[in-house]
């Protein structure tokens, strides 16, 4: 993960996305065999992108990601405006809460609320309306 992020930040601007699209499916072969080894450049990558990113990210993200991961998830959520990339977010979001079991009384939930406030409330309020406990 780390050469191809490495390779990646090096290519010319036009050939970024095809290497983003390695990174991505790299991520997903780990997150396949359960592995969270790079689930840092999964955060760091959703936090310092500019625009969406392949929605492989989410992919492996909704496999192995947990409660360090939710924040920067609701970030992007809010930063971005596309309707389909934000219910992707919103989906990668609830797999982590649903998986790892995170109830709205969670540090990593309340930390979210507070700081996005009622635009948050799609998604930490989600649980709610699934049915699982708050």
Known sequence: IERVREREALVPAGRRPEWLRARAAAHVV???RGSRLALYD????????????????????SLVGNASCLEAIAAAHQRWDDEWWR????D??????????ITRRHAVMKRIQK????AAKELVAWRSRAGGAG
């Open 92 to 101: 990668s979001f609830h797999s982590i809460v649903e998986r790892e079991r």
């Open 30 to 32: 780990l997150a396949n």
């Open 42 to 61: 999964l955060c760091e990558s959703l936090k310092a992108s500019a625009a969406p990113l392949p929605v492989e990210f989410l992919t492996a993200l």
């Open 115 to 118: 700081r996005w406030g009622d």
């Open 87 to 90: 219910q992707h977010l919103a």
